[in-house]
């Protein structure tokens, strides 16, 4: 018996009736976004490992153990992009977009971490990712963090809120990984083996550490806010004053800190309670040293990525209603000459009623069955044609989801009458 295909663990098809609530979802959320003046770019999925391992951290867990990595052909080592912001620095910096120039950009697509599958966590997911390089004030902090909850606001997504911290310069961030190193060490005895490992290599990551059985020993650890400089903690201040000031709502939270390198000042996350444990919606922060990194020019940066699939779950929690899928009408045709005229009254459909979706009955079929997959298509209305309306020259309309009666329109009537009643 030959066995049927599965996806791959941990990537999903998306099928018709959701996709749906993703083309709702992202066209909003492109709308808000464009409407601050960001515009979109298009970017590979497949990257120089060399980006990543550079941007991200060699010792980070996604650089580590999360990353689809080959030697393609060439003998390159090749890696499926396991976020956005490295690739979108990439461009900038080989297309000249950063050269005496401010950049505000934002793109969408699929992201892939070798991770375990669960709940709002997958192998191959997607983001929306929002960056702005070569703005230095904590304005432009504001600004994309004021962009998200209009974006909020637009879906009546009302389950999250805004946790916000500061992991301050490179200088102090490393003071403050030495002080962290010290302070875990004196209590080795009480940390998991993930956070042992993350001892010497990446010892902030213990902070984000979902063990409940570490959060006493993380609650005493030393407070990243006491160790920022007095630029990033007047940045910080200037920040919160302007989010105030904007009625945004937020909570600082000192043990936030973000999984990935680059990092520094400002980080947040708009978090919930609807998903179980996968709580981070949006995350994101600034990365001012980055574009030097990768070998541009010194440019202050920040940007957030949000998980698609993770709001589709949190819109649908809150009971966030979609476009229908259904087509407006379906065109039923019994009789060779009634399906030879078929074609020309749905395409004249197409031309006269903006956006109107026209399914057409294909494959024959008596007139009773195809008003049974006129019903099980959704359609608001079926439009008949048969000898006698090809002979009158009009068509019949048939209510499917209301009382209304049904009736024979002379066929110059029907844009009219049927434009009228879908609008």
């Known amino acids: 018996m030959q066995v049927k295909p599965q996806p791959i ?11 749906v609530t993703w083309r709702f979802l992202e066209t909003v959320v492109r709308e808000v976004i464009e409407s601050y003046g960001y515009r979109e770019i298009r970017l590979p999925l ?28 060439d003998g ?23 050269h005496n120039q401010r950049q505000k950009l934002w793109t969408n697509g699929p992201m892939f971490r070798h991770e375990k599958p669960q709940k709002g966590r997958y192998r191959q997911f997607h ?28 879906l009546g997504i009302k389950r999250i809120w805004l946790e916000i911290n500061s992991l301050g310069s490179s200088e102090t961030r490393e003071i403050y990984r030495n002080a962290l190193i010290k302070y875990f060490s004196s209590v080795k005895n009480q940390l998991d083996d993930d956070s042992i490992r993350r001892l010497e290599t990446n010892p902030l990551r213990i902070l984000d550490s979902k063990n409940p059985d ?3 020993v993380i609650e005493q650890a030393p407070n990243m806010l006491e160790f920022l400089d007095t630029e990033s903690e007047a940045h910080f201040s200037q920040l919160k004053v302007a989010l105030d000031a904007a009625g945004i709502e937020y ?20 978090v919930t309670d609807a998903l179980g444990s996968q709580g981070a919606v949006c995350s994101g922060g600034r990365y001012d040293g980055l574009v030097q990194k ?32 259904s087509p407006d009408v379906y065109l039923a045709m019994v009789g060779e000459p009634a399906e030879r005229r078929g074609m020309d009254v749905a395409e004249r459909l197409r031309d006269e009623i903006a956006g109107i979706k026209v399914e057409m009955n294909l494959g024959g079929g008596s007139f009773k069955s195809q008003l049974k997959r006129a019903d099980k298509s959704g359609a608001q209305y079926a439009l008949v044609l048969g000898d006698d309306e090809i002979e009158n020259n009009c068509i019949g309309l048939k209510p499917l989801r209301s009382d209304e009666q049904q009736c024979s329109l002379a066929m110059e009537r029907l844009i009219d009458t049927l434009g009228s009643k879908l609008n």
């Open 251 to 270: 909570r600082v939270n000192s043990r936030l800190v973000r999984g990935l390198d680059y990092y520094n000042r400002t980080v947040f996350e708009w």
């Open 46 to 73: 497949l990257e120089q490992t060399e980006l990543f391992a550079r941007s991200i951290g060699e010792a980070t867990d996604v650089v580590e153990k999360e990353m689809y990595t080959f030697v393609d052909r």
């Open 294 to 325: 990768l070998g541009g020019k010194t440019t202050p940066a920040i940007g957030w990525a949000m998980g698609v699939e993770r709001l589709v779950m949190l819109y649908q929690t809150g009971g966030g209603q979609s476009p229908s899928n």
């Open 214 to 216: 570490l959060q006493g």
């Open 127 to 154: 983001q929306i990712d929002v960056e702005a390089m070569g703005f230095a004030g904590p304005d432009i902090d504001a600004e994309l963090i004021i962009l998200c909850a209009r974006m909020w606001q637009r």
């Open 9 to 19: 663990r941990g990537m999903n098809d998306t099928l018709p009736d959701a996709a």
């Open 76 to 98: 390159d080592s090749i890696t499926l992009r396991p976020e956005a912001t490295a690739s979108m620095v990439r461009a900038g910096i080989s297309n000249g977009l950063l």
